[in-house]
């Protein structure tokens, strides 16, 4: 059939059943808009306020489902305004397929009103880009694009199309999407062997458990392979989820900010099992003194992940889920035995601890998980928040925690909460931010407000730059340049203006029923948060030191 290229575009997204789109209009986009209108009963539309809040918003829809995400985007600064929402789910290897349209093809090269060359700029932190110049090559292009996104180690394609590819007309035909197979060609019974004799032989065998884990799906095949060795096992950022964190043998996060039982934990292992990991520095810490004692066993998709960061002793390459179905049978069960009382003396030795007095971080997030019952979908901005919210609340499902960990992104997770909340509906999502963070992209609340999508803000507001406050309160001799945000702006008037509730906790006892209201108000709701400028996440290891040499606020008054 006789199609345009707008219709096309749109006829390919219904092919790979595409159900939502997040996006922003302009010049060079509106012939698919147009199409677009035609099609509101099957592909629903979310205009966000910023395109950056359209990137994130695609990246958390696909982080809660496993979907691709889709946003749309003009030329010029449109498209440049996706950049920092595509480079977050490159850096996390999250499935997004952004499409943007560019002036005409007469027009390309020419300095043009709204012309820039996207798949240049986007071609470092993008799995894959395409300019179309022709409607005759558009539908592959598209159907190329998902399937790239969603191949392999996933990751963010860019699909720009300039403006005449959208009008004219060529022949279409429609095609079923080709099914994506999981990697397992590159899975050697050699490998495979190697890798189960090792483990077979530890005597403190210890998993890593990162985000490879989660995309795989592998979370069954996990705790099955945990249970049978009666390892402990410890996550990245990336891998909440994937292992429950109310199992015995979980002992919390590893790194910059994980648990001392983890960090020390590893650190006595012989044997290392690391699931989906890429060994991040915020993981290892100082790479020449990381689990010192210990062969490792890697097991990834991505080959080129294998002896990057850390020299590895056996690799297998290979989808995780794929990978653990073969290796599992090959590996001999293992009792509990003095390993494991040495780890649970390690937890008994090192809870993790904050005041209990007062309205802090850490007890806001053991109220949202109480009161959620652990069901909940967490995104989060980054600093002193995302870490409290990795350590305090428990996830036990696989896609519940959605974080900007390679980037460290912040702003991204207003617009992440609303794309999961638009894909799980029935899901409480709720997104946790620092003041600072929340400052970058609350326009999206008006997104919110607007399609009255009922997600839950909570601010946690220490009137700082959290983070960076703590840094250079225990290494830069407290000069505060720049990291003091006490000034005038009233979360809850902000929140009542974009048309949204406001809710303002500065005790304990508000905690609670300032987030039952808010989980029942059915329309989305902020909640302010007022902690003190000098709460600090603890644990922390200092950057460049091994992750056994991580400290607690026990341990700074020890020193002094």
Not at 162 to 169: E, R
Not at 273 to 279: E, L, Q, S
Request: proline content about 4%.
């Amino acid at each position: 059939m006789l199609l345009t290229g707008a219709e096309i575009v749109i006829e390919c997204l219904k092919e790979q059943g595409v159900d939502t789109i997040f996006g922003y209009p302009g010049g060079t986009i509106l012939n698919i808009y147009d199409e677009l209108y035609k099609h509101s009963d099957e592909i629903n539309h979310i205009l966000t306020s910023h395109e950056q809040g359209a990137a994130h918003a695609a990246d958390g829809y696909a982080r809660a489902t496993g979907k691709v995400g889709v946003c749309f985007a003009t030329s010029g600064p449109g498209a440049t305004n996706l950049v920092t929402g595509i480079a977050t789910a490159y850096m996390d290897s999250i499935p997004m397929v952004a499409i943007t349209c560019n002036v005409a093809k007469p027009l390309l090269g020419k300095d043009s009103f709204q012309e820039i060359d996207i798949a240049g700029v986007t071609m470092p932190i993008t799995k894959h880009n395409f300019i179309v110049r022709t409607t005759e090559c558009l539908a592959d292009k598209l159907r190329r694009a998902f399937k790239i996104a969603q191949s392999g180690r996933p990751g963010p394609v860019l699909v720009d199309i300039t403006k005449d590819a959208t009008a004219n007309k060529c022949e279409f035909e429609p095609m079923v999407p080709e099914p994506i197979e999981r990697v397992s060609e590159t899975i050697t019974e050699s490998d495979l062997e190697k890798a189960a004799n090792m483990i077979n032989k530890a005597k403190r065998p210890f998993f890593l458990v990162g985000g490879g884990a989660v995309i795989s799906e592998a979370s069954e095949e996990l705790i099955g392979f945990a249970h049978k060795l009666n390892a402990p096992v410890a996550d990245s950022l990336m891998g909440k989820g994937a292992f429950p964190g109310t199992d015995d043998l979980y002992t919390g996060m590893i790194g910059m900010h994980g648990t001392k039982v983890a960090n020390f934990g590893i650190h006595q292992a012989d044997v290392v099992v690391v699931i989906g990991a890429r060994f991040s520095d915020r993981v290892v810490g100082n790479a020449k003194k990381f689990v010192p004692k210990a062969k490792i066993v890697q097991i990834d998709i991505d080959r080129a992940e294998i002896n990057k960061n850390i020299m590895v002793h056996q690799a297998i390459i290979g989808d995780v889920k794929e990978v653990l179905k073969r290796l599992v049978p090959m590996v001999n069960e293992r009792q509990a035995d003095e390993w494991n009382d040495d780890i649970n003396a390690l937890k008994d030795k090192y809870p993790l601890s904050y005041d209990k007095s007062t309205l802090t971080g850490p007890y806001v997030i053991e109220e949202i998980y109480r009161l959620t019952n652990g069901e909940a979908i967490i995104s989060t901005d980054v600093g002193q928040h995302q870490m409290w919210a990795a350590q305090y609340y428990k996830y036990t499902k696989p896609h519940t925690l959605l974080t900007s960990g390679g980037l460290g992104t912040m702003g991204y997770g207003l617009g992440a909460c609303i794309g999961a909340k638009v894909a799980c509906p029935d899901k409480t999502v709720i997104n946790i931010a620092g003041d600072g963070c929340f400052r970058m992209n609350l326009n999206e609340l008006a997104t919110a407000s607007r399609y009255n999508i009922p997600i839950i803000q909570v601010v946690i507001n220490n009137h700082v730059l959290g983070m960076v406050r703590q840094w250079q309160t225990l290494f830069y001799e407290k000069r505060y340049s720049q990291t003091v945000l006490n000034d005038a702006v009233d979360f809850v008037k902000v929140a009542e203006g974009l048309g949204c509730m406001g809710i303002r906790v500065t005790k304990k006892e508000e905690m609670a029923p300032a987030l039952e209201t808010a989980m029942a108000a059915g329309r989305p709701v902020v909640i302010e948060c007022v902690i003190d400028s000098d709460d600090k996440v603890f644990p922390m290891v200092p950057a460049g030191a091994p992750i056994v040499e991580a400290f607690d606020a026990e341990d700074l008054k020890a020193q002094e």
